[in-house]
Structures are given as structure tokens and as C-alpha cells.
Nanobody
Framework: QVQLVESGGGLVQPGESLRLSCAASASGFRIGPMGWYRQTPGKEREVVATVTSAGVTNYADSVKGRFTISRDNADNTVYLQMSSLKPEDTAVYYC???????????????WGKGTLVTVSS
């Protein structure tokens, strides 16, 4: 079973920075793409950033130039460095890991429980 542990959320002022971390425990699984999503009350969960196992990244337009996603394949950990935070970045941030037991199988999605990021003065 794949399990995710998130950390780094909290309360910050506009313009400040935070770094989110998500460590995946995936013994016996092959880890594929990883990413970060966020959701606010009454709205659909949206993608923030993703990164493939080869390190190819993709970002939502709203965070380009401010957020950076990275991963450590040795530790199966994905990070989200958030800079120049705005009040509209306030949301619950969820970690996503895709994993499979073998190359012949399809990837399955595994989600973290979420960590709250609040940007307010």
C-alpha cells in the first residue's frame, strides 16, 4: 500500500514563502508522476503543479513564476516551493502520487490528506 505524509502548511502573510513536502511510502511499488493540487470550499480541486519521474514539470498559469515543484526519487518525496504568496493562494493543498507494482500494470492514484495554507495579513 502507498501512503503519503504531507507537511509544511500554515499561516503566512502576503509576499512570504512556504515549502510543502510530501513523502511517499511505497515499498514494492514503482513511483511515477507526482504533483500538488489545491481546493477551496465550494470549488473543484485544481492542479497546481506536476512533475514526472524524469523531472519534467508543469504548472498552472496562476502560479507560474512563483511556485516551483521538485522531487527526490531516492526518498520518493515531492516538494512545492511557494514564493510571493497571495491571499488567493489560500486553500487546502493535496499531494498526489501515481504508483504501480509492475511495468505491465497501469498507474493508480494515491492522495495525501491535505495541508492547509492560509495567506492573510
Amino acid at each position: 500500500q502507498v501512503q503519503l505524509v504531507e507537511s509544511g502548511g500554515g499561516l503566512v502573510q502576503p509576499g512570504e514563502s512556504l515549502r510543502l513536502s510530501c513523502a511517499a511510502s511505497a515499498s514494492g511499488f514503482r513511483i511515477g508522476p507526482m504533483g500538488w493540487y489545491r481546493q477551496t470550499p465550494g470549488k473543484e480541486r485544481e492542479v497546481v503543479a506536476t512533475v514526472t519521474s524524469a523531472g519534467v514539470t508543469n504548472y498552472a498559469d496562476s502560479v507560474k513564476g512563483r511556485f516551483t515543484i521538485s522531487r527526490d526519487n531516492a526518498d520518493n518525496t515531492v516538494y512545492l516551493q511557494m514564493s510571493s504568496l497571495k491571499p488567493e493562494d489560500t486553500a487546502v493543498y493535496y499531494c498526489l502520487t501515481q504508483a504501480r507494482k509492475g511495468l505491465w500494470e497501469s498507474y493508480m492514484n494515491y492522495w495525501g490528506k491535505g495541508t492547509l495554507v492560509t495567506v492573510s495579513s
